[in-house]
Structures are given as C-alpha cells and as structure tokens.
C-alpha cells in the first residue's frame, strides 16, 4: 500500500517567516494530493490539495509543489500568522486516502 | 447546512462491550471512510466504502466491522473492544476517492 513520509515533525518559525513541510509517498500510481490543517481540539481541514497533471498550485499565502519523479511534494506558507499555528498532514491518493503523521507548526510572535 | 455528523463525541466503554459510532453525511457524497487518529502516528484509515454495499479494508481493519445500506450513513462497529482501540476517530466523506474529504467532529473512545 501507500506510504506517506512527512518532515519536519514539529516547525517553529518566527511570524512573518516562511513555512515548508515535505512529504514523499511510495505509490507512482498516486494522482491526488492534498493538504489538511486540524487546529488544536478541532477536525482536519482540507487547505489546498494538487492533482499529478500540475506541478505548482498557489492560494495567497499558501502553495503546493508536486515533483511526481521522485515522489515527493511540499506545501509552503509564506508571511506566516499566529492563526497558521496548527498540525499539518499530507496524503497521497489512488485507490484510498493515506497521511502523513502530521507536521505540528507554532508561529512565535 | 453540509455537514458530516458523528456520534457520540466522547465515549467511555468497558473490554468487551460491543459499540457502535454513527456517521451520517447530507451531500450525498458516494465516498465514506473511517479514519482514527493517534499521537505520532497521523491518520490512519480503517474502512472505506465507495457506494452503497461497497466496503473495503483500509491500513488498521482489525478488531473493526462496517456497513454501508444506505448512502448517506457509515457506522463504524466495534463487536468486542479492547484498550487498544482507544484512541480518536474520524468519519470523512468526499463526492469520490480524489476530491477532498470533509470530515465529522470526531469521537473520542476510552475502552478501559
């Protein structure tokens, strides 16, 4: 089955600073991305997600890239807020859903 | 309101004691799956069902049953649980396999 590595474990930047989680996935038949943000006490939240025809997607402060050759794909936050402190998962998709175990970022004011 | 609604939110049960968690989606997605949530592991998936009569074994299937009978409901069923099982659990549903998953507020499950 699919395997989803996610670094670092835990991020804390500075506000205003850049943020980036990576993740490789062991499946080439993967075609779905996407990125989730579960806030302390609360369900995980679909963000931004990238399909394997595209290699770079951007929401304002938020992008993916995806680099489907050597099966890795990354999301990058830039100017970073106190409200982007949270735990972030990848996952990769063919047939099912499967994570990452999750990146915990801490935005220091 | 879109939503997917599970149920109990929080639920203390003793070895042994079969249990069952509903879920219920009202977007009438076709995809349903059941996810539970451990520290340092992520989110691992337990079932999925990709229509009506359709199920299949995710990544931890065992100690766990499901059914699907109807489309919008997915209960997760626990026939005989043990401490192992406590942990945090998730329904999701997504219209199909690779759109995004909206999920319900979770279930947290103590078997002492």
């Known amino acids: 089955g699919e395997n989803v590595e996610q670094h670092p474990s835990t991020l804390s930047v500075q506000e205003g600073d850049s943020a980036v989680i990576k993740c490789t996935y062991s499946d080439s038949a993967s075609n779905y991305f996407p990125w989730y943000k579960q806030e302390l006490g609360k369900r995980p939240q679909l963000i931004i997600d990238i399909r394997s025809n595209v290699g770079e997607k951007k929401d304002q402060r938020i992008a993916v890239t995806l680099n489907k050759t050597a099966k890795h794909f990354s999301l990058h936050i830039t100017e970073t807020q106190p409200e982007d402190s949270a735990v972030y998962f990848c996952a990769a998709s063919y047939h099912k859903l499967s994570f990452g175990a999750g990146t915990t970022v801490t935005v220091r004011a | 309101e879109a939503q997917v609604t599970q149920n109990p939110r929080y639920l203390i049960t003793v070895t042994g004691k079969k249990l069952t968690v509903t879920c219920s989606q009202n977007?009438?997605?076709?995809?349903m799956s059941w996810y539970r949530q451990d520290p340092g592991l992520g989110l691992r998936q337990i079932y999925y069902s990709m229509n009506v009569e359709v199920t299949d074994k995710g990544d931890v299937p065992e100690g766990y049953k499901v059914s699907r009978k109807e489309k919008r409901n997915f209960p997760l069923i626990l026939e005989s649980p043990s401490p192992n099982q406590t942990s945090l659990y998730f329904c999701?549903?997504?219209?199909?396999?690779?759109?995004?998953?909206?999920f319900g507020s979770g279930t947290r499950l103590t078997v002492v």
């Open positions: 977007m009438n997605h076709e995809y």
């Open positions: 999701a549903s997504s219209p199909s396999i690779n759109y995004g998953y909206t």
